[in-house]
């Protein structure tokens, strides 16, 4: 079965660049979050978007944007990184905003150097 | 304290014997999810209990939901080395989105 396909796997970065992250969701799903996991800790919840319309918002960054296209995948753009930005970073992606089961990808690993 | 922390945070067993891992949050819920994480992986899901749920099975795995003491528990049977990972539950909280707790990192020793 079909999963979550994130791109790129891996990224590194300089301080102050810009990176941007793709999201490919599971078919059908309607609803795509976003997640951060600094080295040992939890993932913490970003954005996510149903329908492309954002849906809830967390601790994301302003240097931070993000959007769902209209095929459902989802971008998440990082402007200044910072050595702080440094983690993993993942997306999942849900039918229904609510209620659902949300399924992972394998993450995107952005070391800013 | 956050949403959603797991106790305990490490837990060392030997395969075969059964691991238990508690979770325990503060607001309602819409329903509890824990996921596990191989280092440096992604999250799989391993089993969702909606809040009006009390027991959950799958295969090896039992989940408990205790909505009035705010707690939930993961009981692995029989654990083998390949259920070393790190374990979290997600609480999918009313009006919020998914809040995870920091995870017990449990290690079955052959």
Same mark, same amino acid.
């Given at each position: 079965?079909?999963?979550?396909?994130?791109?790129?796997?891996?990224?590194?970065?300089?301080?102050?660049?810009?990176?941007?992250?793709?999201?490919?969701?599971?078919?059908?799903?309607?609803?795509?979050?976003?997640?951060?996991?600094?080295?040992?800790?939890?993932?913490?919840?970003?954005?996510?978007?149903?329908?492309?319309?954002?849906?809830?918002?967390?601790?994301?960054?302003?240097?931070?944007?993000?959007?769902?296209?209209?095929?459902?995948?989802?971008?998440?753009?990082?402007?200044?990184?910072?050595?702080?930005?440094?983690?993993?970073?993942?997306?999942?992606?849900?039918?229904?905003?609510?209620?659902?089961?949300?399924?992972?990808?394998?993450?995107?690993?952005?070391?800013?150097? | 304290?956050?949403? %959603?922390?797991?106790?305990?945070?490490?837990?060392?067993?030997?395969?075969?014997?059964?691991?238990?891992?508690?979770?325990?949050?503060?607001?309602?819920?819409?329903?509890?999810?824990?996921?596990?994480?191989?280092?440096?992986?992604?999250?799989?899901?391993?089993?969702?209990?909606?809040?009006?749920?009390?027991?959950?099975?799958?295969?090896?795995?039992?989940?408990?939901?205790?909505?009035?003491?705010?707690?939930?528990?993961?009981?692995?049977?029989?654990?083998?080395?390949?259920?070393?990972?790190?374990?979290?539950?997600?609480?999918?909280?009313? /009006?919020?989105?998914?809040?995870? /707790?920091? %995870?017990?990192?449990?290690?079955?020793?052959?």
């Amino acid at each position: 079965a079909a999963g979550v396909i994130q791109s790129p796997r891996h990224l590194i970065k300089e301080k102050r660049e810009t990176a941007t992250l793709k999201c490919y969701p599971i078919p059908r799903h309607d609803t795509v979050y976003w997640y951060q996991q600094g080295p040992g800790q939890d993932p913490q919840f970003l954005i996510s978007f149903y329908e492309k319309m954002q849906s809830d918002k967390g601790s994301i960054p302003d240097r931070f944007s993000a959007q769902q296209f209209s095929d459902y995948h989802s971008e998440l753009n990082m402007s200044s990184l910072e050595l702080g930005d440094s983690a993993l970073y993942f997306c999942a992606s849900s039918l229904g905003r609510t209620m659902g089961t949300q399924y992972f990808g394998p993450g995107t690993r952005l070391l800013v150097l | 304290s956050q949403q %959603g922390e797991e106790d305990p945070q490490a837990l060392s067993i030997q395969e075969g014997e059964n691991a238990t891992m508690n979770c325990s949050y503060k607001t309602s819920i819409n329903n509890l999810q824990w996921y596990r994480q191989n280092s440096g992986r992604g999250l799989v899901h391993l089993i969702l209990i909606r809040s009006n749920e009390r027991e959950k099975h799958s295969g090896r795995l039992r989940v408990t939901l205790d909505t009035s003491k705010k707690s939930s528990s993961l009981l692995i049977t029989a654990s083998r080395a390949a259920d070393t990972a790190s374990y979290f539950c997600a609480t999918d909280v009313i /009006g919020q989105n998914f809040v995870f /707790g920091p %995870g017990t990192r449990l290690s079955v020793l052959p």
